[in-house]
T-cell receptor, first 116, second 111 residues
Framework: DTEVTQTPKHLVMGMTNKKSLKCEQH?????MYWYKQKAKKPPELMFV???????INESVPSRFSPECPNSSLLNLHLHALQPEDSALYLC???????????????FGPGTRLTVT | AQRVTQPEKLLSVFKGAPVELKCNYS??????LFWYVQYSRQRLQLLLR??SRESIKGFTADLNKGETSFHLKKPFAQEEDSAMYYC?????????????FGTGTRLTIIP
C-alpha cells in the first residue's frame, strides 16, 4: 500500500460545529504532516509529527488541534472554525530524515472543507 | 528566511516545443529542491528531486547554486504535461523537515 488516504473527501461545517479530518498511511512512515491549501495558492505547512510526537506547529490557531494516535493515523480536530478556514486540507507522510538522507513526502488527495 | 519564487503563474506552450518552468530560491544553507506536479483531479505528487539527478517523464532539473535556480525543462512538450507545477525547498532543522512551496506555474500544452 503506497497511498495516503484521507476522509472525508468533502466536509461542510458550521462555525459552532466540531468535526475531525482523518489521514491514514501504511507505508511505515514515521513523519506525518498537515498542510492547508487555499484556492490557487500553494500548500502551506501547518503541523509536523515525528514518531507520533508534534515537532512543528507553524503558529496555527488553537481551533485546529492535531492528534497522532498511532504511527499510521493522523487526525485534525476542528472546532469553532471561521469561514476563512475554508480550504483543501492535505495530509502527507514520509520516512524520518536521516543525517545525510532526505525523503520525499507522499500526499493524500485532501479534504475540501467549507465553513459556513 | 527561505523563499521559493516561481515567476510565471501561467505558461502556454505548443505541443512539441521546449518547456522551461523557472524556479529560484533563497536559502542560506545547503538546499534540497523538488518539483511536485498536480494533474487535474489528482493528488500532489513528486516529479523530481535535485539530488537524484534523473529524468522523469522527459523532465530534467539542474540545481544551479550560483544562480540559486532549479529550473524544470523538457525538450518536447506533450499534451499530458498540462498540470500545475510547484517548486519546493526542503529545510531540515534538528531532524524536523519543512517543505516550502513556490506559488506554482500552471502549464498548458496547446495541441
Amino acid at each position: 500500500d503506497t497511498e495516503v488516504t484521507q476522509t472525508p473527501k468533502h466536509l461542510v461545517m458550521g462555525m459552532t460545529n466540531k468535526k475531525s479530518l482523518k489521514c491514514e498511511q501504511h507505508m511505515g512512515h514515521r513523519a506525518m504532516y498537515w498542510y492547508k491549501q487555499k484556492a490557487k495558492k500553494p500548500p502551506e505547512l501547518m503541523f509536523v509529527y515525528s514518531y507520533e510526537k508534534l515537532s512543528i506547529n507553524e503558529s496555527v490557531p488553537s481551533r485546529f488541534s492535531p492528534e497522532c494516535p498511532n504511527s499510521s493515523l493522523l487526525n485534525l480536530h476542528l472546532h469553532a472554525l471561521q469561514p476563512e478556514d475554508s480550504a483543501l486540507y492535505l495530509c502527507a507522510s514520509s520516512q524520518i530524515p536521516a543525517r545525510d538522507r532526505r525523503y520525499e513526502q507522499y500526499f493524500g488527495p485532501g479534504t475540501r472543507l467549507t465553513v459556513t | 528566511a527561505q523563499r521559493v519564487t516561481q515567476p510565471e503563474k501561467l505558461l502556454s506552450v505548443f505541443k512539441g516545443a521546449p518547456v522551461e518552468l523557472k524556479c529560484n530560491y533563497s536559502y542560506s544553507g545547503s538546499p534540497e529542491l523538488f518539483w511536485y506536479v498536480q494533474y487535474s483531479r489528482q493528488r500532489l505528487q513528486l516529479l523530481l528531486r535535485h539530488i537524484s539527478r534523473e529524468s522523469i517523464k522527459g523532465f530534467t532539473a539542474d540545481l544551479n547554486k550560483g544562480e540559486t535556480s532549479f529550473h524544470l525543462k523538457k525538450p518536447f512538450a506533450q499534451e499530458e504535461d498540462s498540470a500545475m507545477y510547484y517548486c519546493a525547498l526542503l529545510i531540515s532543522n534538528f531532524g524536523n523537515e519543512k517543505l516550502t512551496f513556490g506559488t506554482g506555474t500552471r502549464l498548458t500544452i496547446i495541441p
